[in-house]
Nanobody, 126 residues
Framework: QVQLVESGGGSVQAGGSLRLSCVVS????????MGWFRQAPGKDREGVAI????????DYSDSVKGRFTISQDNAKNTVYLQLNSLKPEDTALYYC???????????????????WGPGTHVTVSS
């Protein structure tokens, strides 16, 4: 069974940076896709960055493209999300999620992911 734990959230001013980490434990070999999602109060959960665990292909939502970078360290079973040029609208609870299948048409769909971490808060002040 795969378990995920996020860390690295915090409060920063607009323009600042944070690095989120997601440690994967358990049967990590079964994971094919890892994603970072976020949910702001009163809004739906949205996918922001995806990485395939094999080839390391990445993709980003338009709202974060050019500012956020997803990466992985397979030796540490950890996926990272580097958040740069943060904006107040980036404020949300950020989750990492794992999928044992990986289809491009479901990369950013939360319902396609069965394994979730508890989340880490990111607050960006203006």
């Amino acid at each position: 069974q795969v378990q995920l734990v996020e860390s690295g959230g915090g409060s920063v001013q607009a323009g600042g940076s944070l690095r989120l980490s997601c440690v994967v434990s358990g049967n990590s070999f079964s994971v094919k896709c890892m994603g970072w999602f976020r949910q702001a109060p009163g809004k739906d959960r949205e996918g922001v960055a995806i990485i395939t665990t094999g080839a390391g292909r990445t993709d980003y939502s338009d709202s974060v493209k050019g500012r956020f970078t997803i990466s992985q360290d397979n030796a540490k079973n950890t996926v990272y999300l580097q958040l740069n040029s943060l904006k107040p609208e980036d404020t949300a609870l950020y989750y990492c999620a794992a999928n044992t299948a990986c289809f491009t048409d479901t990369w950013f769909i939360p319902a396609a992911y069965s394994i979730w971490g508890p989340g880490t808060h990111v607050t960006v002040s203006s």
